[in-house]
């Protein structure tokens, strides 16, 4: 499992003793951030990564982790922010088209959303969330042909949730 191949509290007291040494230390933040995220706590996860990105307004990871975060949370309008600053940092991040529009199609805007998967998709062709996730837009659009061609993609690429999609509902007992 992830824990065990790093020492939590000897990794909190380390980044600790960093930020101890100098309130200034962007990294010690952003590391306590993902330290915190990773034990659930995301009230401090935020905080730190706020932190890191006031330190330095050019943090992509640490705008890319909050936005994820906000993500968890529930916050899709500030993941949505986080996201479309990691994009103007790095207009190639697939990654934050994929998780942007994700928090799009959460919040209701479809197109949008098929707007961010398919900008991911010409950065990373047959990338298999992006698909999973466009796939989900298309079957929110009432697009089921589309939608089934997106997933058969994603699941021949091992997505196992495009392959739950493919299945279809459970029958009923």
Request: proline residues 3%; contains cysteine.
């Amino acid at each position: 499992t992830k824990g065990d191949s790093f020492n939590f509290d000897l990794e909190m007291k380390k980044v600790n003793s960093l930020i101890s040494v100098s309130e200034k230390n962007t990294d010690a933040f952003y590391n306590r951030g993902w330290l915190y995220e990773y034990k659930g706590d995301f009230q401090l996860a935020e905080k730190d990564y706020s932190r890191a990105i006031e330190l330095d307004r050019k943090h992509k990871d640490a705008y890319y982790n909050r936005g994820i975060l906000y993500a968890k949370m529930k916050k899709y309008a500030e993941a949505i922010k986080d996201f479309t600053e990691v994009l103007k940092l790095d207009p190639n991040t697939a990654d934050a088209l994929c998780n942007r529009g994700s928090a799009q199609l959460q919040m209701g805007r479809i197109d949008l959303a098929l707007t961010d998967f398919d900008a991911g998709l010409k950065i990373k062709p047959g990338d298999p969330d992006l698909l999973y996730n466009r796939g989900l837009a298309f079957l929110a659009k009432g697009s089921k042909p589309k939608a089934m061609e997106d997933f058969k993609k994603a699941a021949e690429a091992g997505h196992s949730k495009a392959k739950d999609q493919l299945k279809g509902p459970a029958p009923k007992s």
